[in-house]
């Protein structure tokens, strides 16, 4: 079975520029949830979709933003970019459904690297 | 969502056994104790969870008191590939909405 993917894995963007990143989820996972990883922060939940509906979300700013296709694909959206958006993006699946286990499947993440 | 308290890190020998507390008093009733171990560079790996006294899996063994305020992981006998960062979670299962924080940084030390 494959894996969560995630792309790009690697990317350089500058401030005020935006970004699109993809994940693909555990065939069959429904759930999908987006994190940000930096040092100083550590790992934070970003937003939550199930059955291509926004479920949960973080404290992030409105710049943030995410989507989940019927595939249960989804991409998460990040405009007018800042140097501290700089960071590891990771994403998760899960079965998403009452049976959840609470264990969540990570891709290797996308590495956003703002200048 | 119930907050979690690690140490950020800690040392140990090659081949002992490693235990890494972590103190959860706002744990709710509905709420599991999760743990994952995150390498350089990847992303978070499941290692183990439950509700309450001792669960035991291939990996690892959870230590969880009655009244569920803190839980211990136990890593025996690690190796050099065990060092890695370890989370502790606490959340209901039907949220995935999971608070990781920063974690506890483990150093094996050969």
């Known amino acids: 079975k494959a894996g969560v993917t995630q792309t790009p894995r690697y990317l350089i963007k500058t401030r005020g520029q935006q970004v699109t990143l993809s994940c693909s989820p555990i065939?069959?996972?429904?759930?999908v949830s987006w994190y940000q990883q930096t040092p100083g922060q550590g790992l934070q939940f970003l937003f939550e979709y199930f059955s291509e509906t926004q479920r949960n979300k973080g404290n992030f700013p409105g710049r943030f933003s995410g989507r989940q296709f019927s595939n249960s694909r989804s991409e998460m959206n990040v405009s007018t970019l800042e140097l501290g958006d700089s960071a590891l993006y990771l994403c998760?699946?899960?079965?998403?459904?009452?049976?959840?286990?609470?264990?969540?499947?990570f891709g290797e993440g996308s590495r956003l690297t703002v200048l | 969502l119930a907050k979690t308290t690690q140490p950020i890190s800690m040392d140990s020998y090659e081949g002992q056994e490693v235990n890494i507390t972590c103190s959860h008093n706002n744990i709710a009733t509905n709420d599991y104790i999760t743990w994952y171990q995150q390498f350089p560079s990847q992303g978070p790996r499941f290692i183990i969870q439950g509700y309450k006294t001792k669960v035991t899996n291939e990996v690892a063994s959870l230590f969880i008191p009655a009244d569920r305020k803190s839980s211990t992981l136990s890593l025996p006998r690690v190796s050099l590939s065990d060092t890695a960062v370890y989370y502790c979670?606490?959340?209901?299962?039907?949220?995935?909405?999971?608070?990781f924080g920063k974690g506890n940084q483990v150093v094996v030390i050969p």
């Open positions: 065939s069959g996972h429904r759930s």
């Open positions: 998760a699946s899960s079965p998403g459904t009452g049976t959840n286990t609470g264990e969540l499947f």
């Open positions: 979670l606490v959340g209901d299962n039907g949220n995935n909405r999971l608070a």
